[in-house]
């Protein structure tokens, strides 16, 4: 089952299968998690309609992938990285609302407030926020490395990050002019923080089994770097995407008069900054062997051949 | 300085001036947290104007001084305590909402999002109960207790808690008759889940220094009887109260045809529920001593005094 990594075509399809066991591996624990959840009927209606409307699990992936190439026991550490869904999960139903972003779609399907109303919406998003510090407070990996892990995540998540991110996103569509440098900014904190910290917040509880402060700052490198060439790469399928296979309606952003990467450098100068940013990323996994090794090159490639 | 015990006048005017001071320490450590934030100027703004807009700051004193009669050092956990503090002004915040309880005022002051915005006050609630645990995982105690605190808390304040109780809150509001059990069961998880997880929370703490499971059991149950008086006292100034000290308007209860205690069992007999419940939260102090036990003793008297 090793890929053949001379053929692109039969090792996208190995990674695209691979990536499906994981993803499967999240789902099963989401589902397990949301059946033991004891709370009123229509709110956890309201939880379960987005937590499983489908997702990649990008970021509790990334937080198992590292703890695992690093040694750690994946399922010893679930329960943490589908709290890291639950915070992504929430963030987007708070986007969505009417006062933000007005959304009546994400993948395909009402967004949460279209179906629950918003008061159950962003009780939904509050909801998922709180009972994610629960989920990651609670693994069988010694306290001290959980506490710094959760520590991160709610740096990475909160004022100082995605939710500061989500202001300054507020705040630049209301602008005329916007700098790369702006929307840089704005992107670091509103999807990159998080991003980052899964690869993160996996090295950290990998320290259990003898990881080092170097494979965490090599985990922040990774993760930053998916974070930005992600974004880019967003932004590039918002001009040249398929509605069908995002999901959600293209040009959006041009619609909106949302400055981004390709409105500011152009089509071809965003996905050569991509490719740069994901050899970057790629450089940071240099040091390390095996199978999920493999799988986290195979991400980091990924994000890059969504632009095709 | 001891009080007189035999003059309830000098022993109240005692309390006052101790729990002043209690909140004092809170608001000096609060001003000192967001001093150290860094975010997006309008963010902090928002959180700034419905953190510091006077609370009594109950939560917090509650973890602190309970943690203190076990023998902790409060200093230690004064970012925990903080914690709570946020914790409970998010919610304030959510629930003032237009798409929930759409109140213009609090405390006397226009809401957050009569002031920022929608967009914004949303964001401030996600900013603070984010943040809320970055403050919580960040003291100087064995990082198993803080673990086990900040599980308890965000069990508390999550979807089976405080965020369930918002919801159960709004149901009821759509709903033509309530029985006393279901108001409870929302009082409950609303309001009371967070003051007595506040209480639990300093002794899990304190068991940095010795406190037993006992002594987290007394907590609780002082938690518990404090946070179920409150809100019958609270129920019963919304028929008696006056709108000077109160800071909102009286009778929003029935004008809002919403079920209290008083409209469900009179105002003579919710008082004497609400002695009856104190006197539990009094005996679960019976097998401790010193002035912070006094605190606790007085505070819980001083929620009745509320009511006269």
Same mark, same amino acid.
């Given at each position: 089952m090793k890929p053949n990594k001379t053929c692109g075509n039969c090792s996208n399809n190995f990674f695209k299968k691979n990536l499906a066991r994981w993803t499967d591996t999240i789902n099963t624990h989401l589902t397990n998690i949301l059946k033991k959840l004891s709370c009123p009927t229509e709110l956890k209606k309201s939880v379960d309609y987005s937590l *499983?409307? +489908?997702g990649k699990?990008?970021?509790?992936?990334l937080c198992l992938a590292w703890a695992e190439m690093l040694g750690l026991e994946k399922n010893? %550490?679930? &329960? /943490?990285?589908?709290? #890291? =869904? /639950? %915070?992504?999960? !929430?963030? #987007?139903i708070h986007?969505?609302?009417?006062? *933000?972003?007005?959304?009546?779609?994400?993948?395909? @399907?009402p967004t949460n407030h279209k179906v629950f109303g918003e008061a159950m919406a962003i009780l939904a998003g509050d909801a998922l926020l709180t009972q994610s510090f629960e989920l990651m407070a609670n693994n069988?990996? @010694?306290? &001290?490395?959980? #506490?710094?892990?959760?520590?991160?995540?709610? %740096?990475?998540?909160?004022?100082? +990050?995605m939710v500061g991110g989500q202001v300054l996103d507020l705040s630049l569509e209301n602008q005329r002019q916007t700098s790369l440098s702006q929307i840089q900014e704005m992107h670091r904190l509103k999807t990159g923080a998080l991003l980052e910290v899964a690869c993160v917040s996996g090295a950290i509880l990998a320290q259990e089994v003898?990881?080092?402060?170097?494979?965490? @700052?090599?985990?922040?490198?990774y993760g930053r770097n998916i974070g930005l060439? /992600?974004?880019i790469v967003d932004d590039i399928l918002d001009v040249i995407g398929d509605e069908n296979v995002l999901g959600k309606p293209v040009g959006s952003d041009i619609r909106q008069g949302k400055s981004t990467y390709p409105s500011l450098v152009g089509l071809e100068e965003s996905y050569n900054l991509a490719q740069k940013i994901i050899q970057n990323a790629l450089e940071s996994l240099q040091n390390y062997k095996g199978n999920t090794k493999i799988f986290l090159e195979d991400l980091a490639? !990924?994000? %890059? =051949?969504?632009a095709h």
């Open positions: *499983m409307a +489908g699990r990008i970021r509790p992936i010893k %550490i679930l &329960n /943490f990285a589908c709290g #890291l =869904e /639950f %915070i992504h999960t !929430y963030s #987007l986007d969505d609302l009417p006062s *933000m972003d007005n959304d009546d779609l994400r993948r395909g @399907k069988p990996i @010694k306290p &001290n490395y959980i #506490l710094e892990a959760i520590l991160q995540v709610s %740096i990475a998540a909160g004022p100082q +990050g003898g990881a080092s402060k170097t494979d965490i @700052k090599n985990a922040s490198i060439a /992600f974004q490639n !990924y994000i %890059i =051949e969504r």
